[in-house]
């Protein structure tokens, strides 16, 4: 069976990194002057979308190539994930959360909410993310 490349998954677990590293140091303002900048809202508006696109791009390969399936959205991406054992449902579920922020931010399916996206980075969207991070790490590592 072929695994995920390991310069692929270090290359995204890199990025993965680098937005959460972002978003942390962006709720490390308050919410006011959050909401006053805003080169710091399109700063976490890109960090979002980055996150999501990569760890679900990472996802899809998982899937892919451990388990021969694929994924219609980026919210099934995670659940397929948790439903594999690669990730926790609480994850899953936290990244299908942000999978529907980055559907906001890019489809503007209604006018962005800032002060939403912040709240939910600053009350479980950082946690989720590096979770993310750690169990899909074990789970690729388990690899032969």
Do not use: C
């Not at 990569?54 to 995670?78: H, M, N, P, T």
């Amino acid at each position: 069976m072929v695994r995920v490349d390991k310069e692929y998954f270090e290359n995204v677990m890199q990025e993965l990194r680098e937005g959460l590293e972002e978003v942390k140091k962006l709720i490390t303002v308050g919410l006011e002057e959050f909401m006053r900048n805003r080169s710091l809202r399109f700063a976490m508006r890109y960090s979002v979308v980055l996150i999501v696109e990569a760890a679900a791009d990472l996802g899809i390969a998982i899937l892919k190539q451990y388990f021969g399936e694929g994924a219609k959205s980026y919210r099934e991406v995670f659940l397929k994930l948790a439903e594999k054992g690669v990730i926790s449902f609480e994850v899953a579920e936290g990244m299908a959360s942000l999978a529907s922020l980055r559907n906001m931010i890019v489809h503007r399916y209604w006018s962005i909410d800032d002060a939403r996206i912040y709240r939910e980075a600053k009350s479980g969207g950082v946690d989720v993310i590096k979770k993310f991070i750690k169990e899909v790490g074990e789970y690729v590592s388990k690899d032969p």
